[in-house]
């Protein structure tokens, strides 16, 4: 076996035990109703160009066919039925885990505790959890997936297949939500930057295309009449307070939902400051490396340094999501700035770990470095873990739902006989599912892997 | 072994941790018996009572279940082995 053989299978055990621990429960997870009963039934009965027709005439202030497209490709390429969106979700963990790992090189063990700990930060963070909910997937978690393919195609040669992948990942994007804008402008920006993957003529292709749906979303649009809930901007003052809040929640995960009056008044328990203190800390060691920059070009490829041109990506990225939260913003929408973060953490941390185990300081100075790397590793992988806690609680709360609300669900359903059957199918496909016993889950869950954020509430 | 992968490898250990304990707990779960989840309480009201109490209260009784004809699908789910409730 050669010296990079058993580094890569740790990584690759790691990846695959994360995937199988989501996947677990996200195979018990019933079908919601809210969000998604009538989009079923729709999909089950109506054609393709009948629902997009009727979604275009009736449009609201929401512009997403993708979504409507994606939703047909979910339930006739998974099976037929409403488990296909399971078996989607598990498609999609295994998709994010492969995309992720193959951004990252893995030669050696230094490499592998780099790629380690990035992993555990990108399943573990509060966005990836959240967009395990199924609506959401199919949605903010394309968009992320479609982002790390990003990476590859700033990276490629900039050949005209990689132009036209740069093209069809753009219009996918936007076309499936809001937040797909940031793919097209990851891709602009990174022509700009000197990423050699984009041309400047497809660039300018991709501005156009900003800008044309920008204008289009501004001119034609209804807008948002507080049905977003209290996140729903309507003054400059709320929405500039919105766009501040959104980069803070990536970060921290507060305050959740861009409400700043939650700040303080939720209780601090011990998860909500490891998460905080989590999210800080990879700022720190990102930073680090990029003042490390010129050190680090002794040891490492121009391709493997955290330089001036990633750290602006993203930064523009950040302010990508930032300012799509001028129309509202959720907490869960960090996740399409987790792989550009992902790929710097993983750089990051072997440029960290190189230069400690160089550097001429007292054994007890080293000792306190490598302590406050393994705390961050332990951290990260201790919220990879709550990812499971938090995935069981979003399952049992569908549960309690269906027990709650099923006679307003049939009430509602019964003005059209012909949903009852897809309604009735969707309430025995619940009570075929195993139930999450989180009642009885230990204290120190609650109050060390809890994160009540994440959960659909 | 450098001094550098010493350090990677000790980065390592959390997240070889976690994917043991997953390892082990999918394994026992899938054999055993499957600790973080039981059979359905779905139509349970005495369950309710004791996990949900503001819902069952809401609710006053049980919940009429739909019949099982007619319905537009239906797949069997894979279970686990379940332990014995709590």
Known sequence: MSGAALPKLALGFVAAAIVALYAHAIFYTPIAYGDQFQEIHRTFTWSLSQYLSSYMAGQGPLFRPGEIVLRYVILYGFGGDPFAYNYFQILYLALTAIMALSLVPCRNWADAGAAITALAFLFGHHAYVAVMEANITFSNGLVLLLMLVVLHVLQAKGSLTTQILAIALSLAAVLTKEVGLIVPVALASGALLGFPGVRRSTAILLVALILAYVGYRLATLPPFEGEMGASTPHTFAERLSNMIAAPVMIVTGDPFDGEWSQFLSRHLYPWRIIRIALGLATIIVILAAYLLRKRAAEAFPDQELVDGKWMLLLLIVGAASSAIAFQYTRHRFGAMVLPVAFLLLDRSLRILIWRLSRIDVAAWARVAAVSLLFAFSLGWATRAADGFVVLRNIGAKIMIDWIEHWQEYRAYEGRDPGTLPYLDASFWAAEEMPWPTVRDDWPFVKFWLGDEDVMNR | ?86
């Open chain 2, 1 to 86: 072994m450098t001094p550098s992968d010493r350090a990677g490898a000790l980065l390592s250990l959390p997240g070889l941790l976690l994917g043991v304990a997953v390892f082990f707990y999918l394994f026992f779960a899938k054999t055993v018996c499957e600790p973080f989840y039981q059979a359905n309480q779905l139509l349970d009201f005495d369950a309710l009572t004791k996990s949900n109490p503001r819902v069952a209260a809401k609710l006053g009784g049980p919940i009429t279940p739909p019949s099982r004809e007619g319905l537009a699908f239906h797949r069997e789910p894979v279970l686990p082995v379940f332990c014995s409730p709590r």
